[in-house]
Every structure is written in structure tokens, then in C-alpha cells.
């Protein structure tokens, strides 16, 4: 009885830091996917005031409503398929 009481015990810990950790990573901020490449005229983009995204799809994970919408928008059968886009 003694081990039962420990096993459940080690489980119920165990589930607990699991829970805890979770918790933490999906209410941690994420931030935006850096701005990368060159303007038309050859200069550095330093980004600025973007409507939505762009997202770093590495954090696939922490971002599922925001990648829904852009999946929703932008990744349609033709692109699926390499027919367009």
C-alpha cells in the first residue's frame, strides 16, 4: 500500500511540473519574425509598423491562431498543389 501511495504520489508531481511548464510556454510572449532583405533601392529594411506578421513558423506551436489566418489566406489548394503562388 505504501508503494501504491508513493507511485501516485510521483505521478501526480511529475503531471503537475508538466502542467506548470505548459503553462509558462504558452503564456510567454512570442515576437514577430525579423525583418530581412533590401528595399527596391538596395537598402537595408528596418521594418516598421506591419498589419499582421509576419510569423517565424519555427514557433509554429505558441502561434496556432495567427498561422490559421495566414494558412487560411495564403495557402489555398492552387498554392498547395505549386499550380500558382
Known sequence: MHKLTETRLS???ALSVFFL?????I?????HAPWVG???KG???KG???NFGPFDYLLRNQLPGQLSIVEKHHFNPQVE?????
Open 38 to 40: 533590401d528595399t527596391l
Open 43 to 45: 537598402a537595408p529594411c
Open 48 to 50: 516598421g509598423m506591419e
Open 81 to 85: 498543389q505549386l499550380i500558382k503562388g
Open 21 to 25: 511548464y505548459s503553462t509558462i510556454a
Open 27 to 31: 503564456s510567454a510572449p512570442v515576437d
Open 11 to 13: 505521478r501526480l508531481f
